[in-house]
């Protein structure tokens, strides 16, 4: 019923910015918990930021903090992730995922999210 996809994905130097967005359908974002996660070569995937269906509640991964926005656009029914100052260390591939309201609050926990987009790669050069 939902689907996710991620676009923006691409190769920027160190210290650069990219944008990336995920487009929602079959449900609006604005009814759902949204989050974005990565995942590098070899490594488990890793909490980035996500955002309440409400907007009230915002949380970053230590890591990104200060350098990462996550933000909602109703009118594209979308949910982006503003990266700035990126470092080689942030190379991964990057998911959005989302979850009803009603559902626990727990930003940082892979399983809690029903749906999933397919993912797009991030690569930073250093």
């Known amino acids: 019923q939902v689907q996710l996809v991620e676009s923006g994905g691409g190769l920027v130097q160190a210290g650069g910015s990219l944008g990336l967005s995920c487009a929602a359908s079959?449900?609006?974002?604005?009814?759902?918990?949204m989050a974005w996660f990565r995942q590098a070569a070899g490594k488990e995937r890793e909490f980035v930021a996500a955002l309440s269906w409400n907007g009230v509640t915002i949380d970053y991964a230590d890591s990104v903090k200060g350098r990462f926005t996550i933000s909602r656009d109703n009118a594209k029914n979308a949910v982006n992730l503003q990266m700035n100052s990126l470092k080689p260390e942030d190379t991964a591939v990057y998911y959005c995922?989302?979850?009803?309201?009603?559902?626990?609050?727990?930003?940082?926990?892979?399983?809690?999210?029903?749906?999933w987009g397919q993912g797009t790669q991030v690569t930073v050069s250093s």
């Open positions: 995922a989302a979850d009803a309201i009603g559902t626990a609050w727990l930003p940082s926990t892979p399983v809690k999210y029903a749906y």
């Open positions: 079959g449900r609006p974002v604005s009814n759902m918990a």
